[in-house]
T-cell receptor, first 115, second 118 residues
Framework: EAGVAQSPRYKIIEKRQSVAFWCNPI?????LYWYQQILGQGPKLLIQ????????DSQLPKDRFSAERLKGVDSTLKIQPAKLEDSAVYLC?????????????FGNGTRLTVT | AQSVTQLDSQVPVFEEAPVELRCNYS??????LFWYVQYPNQGLQLLLK??????LVESINGFEAEFNKSQTSFHLRKPSVHISDTAEYFC????????????????FGQGTILTVHP
């Protein structure tokens, strides 16, 4: 089966610019997650979707971050405006259903550098 | 809330030596436990998990981890490492809810970089 696809792989922007990341989960996976992984730290959950609805966005900095999953498949994560501290790898993951203990499958991530 | 502490940020070992990567967690509710591995420039891959039953779980490539509820630990071990085991390893937990299910989302530790030298 095809894995979780993310693009772009790398992105360099200046602070105060905007940026968007795209994720295509594994086919049939209802649950989608965005994680932020800052260098030297473990991944931190930003937002969890179940189909096209938000389950948990308690750790998403909503003043600058937004995410959507309009048709319950692909998802985009946007940062506007970016800050230096947003430099990180943004990981997308998907699973069949959170209630089934199905494992999370991760994409390769997008490495964002804010200068 | 849950938290995960990985006690060693870096572990260097020689090839064919044994290794233990330590993980402790804190939670007021029951949790499921996971180890993920991340090779350079790749996403995280599930290495093994503990949901219930036997407290000793094994992966297909020779790693094992033991759930110790009294010590709230889930240490990862391998009796003999290979160069190819060089990677970053993450311990993670998810909240266990009724019916053997979970909320899905994971709380990760800060990671341990395992470097295997020839």
């Amino acid at each position: 089966e095809a894995g979780v696809a993310q693009s772009p792989r790398y992105k360099i922007i200046e602070k105060r610019q905007s940026v968007a990341f795209w994720c295509n989960p594994i086919s049939g996976h209802a649950t989608l997650y965005w994680y932020q992984q800052i260098l030297g730290q473990g991944p931190k959950l930003l937002i969890q979707f179940q189909n096209n609805g938000v389950v948990d966005d308690s750790q998403l900095p909503k003043d600058r971050f937004s995410a959507e999953r309009l048709k319950g498949v692909d998802s985009t994560l946007k940062i506007q405006p970016a800050k230096l501290e947003d430099s990180a790898v943004y990981l997308c993951a998907s699973s069949l259903d959170p209630g089934s203990n199905s494992p999370l499958h991760f994409g390769n991530g997008t490495r964002l550098t804010v200068t | 809330a849950q938290s995960v502490t990985q006690l060693d940020s870096q572990v260097p070992v020689f090839e064919e030596a044994p290794v233990e990567l330590r993980c402790n967690y804190s939670s007021s509710v029951s949790v499921y436990l996971f180890w993920y591995v991340q090779y350079p420039n790749q996403g995280l891959q599930l290495l093994l998990k503990y949901l219930s039953g036997s407290t000793l779980v094994e992966s297909i490539n020779g790693f094992e981890a033991e759930f110790n509820k009294s010590q709230t630990s889930f240490h990862l071990r391998k009796p003999s490492v290979h160069i190819s085991d060089t990677a970053e390893y993450f311990c993670a937990v998810s909240v266990a809810i009724a019916g053997g299910t979970s909320y899905g989302k994971l709380t990760f530790g800060q990671g341990t970089i395992l470097t295997v030298h020839p």
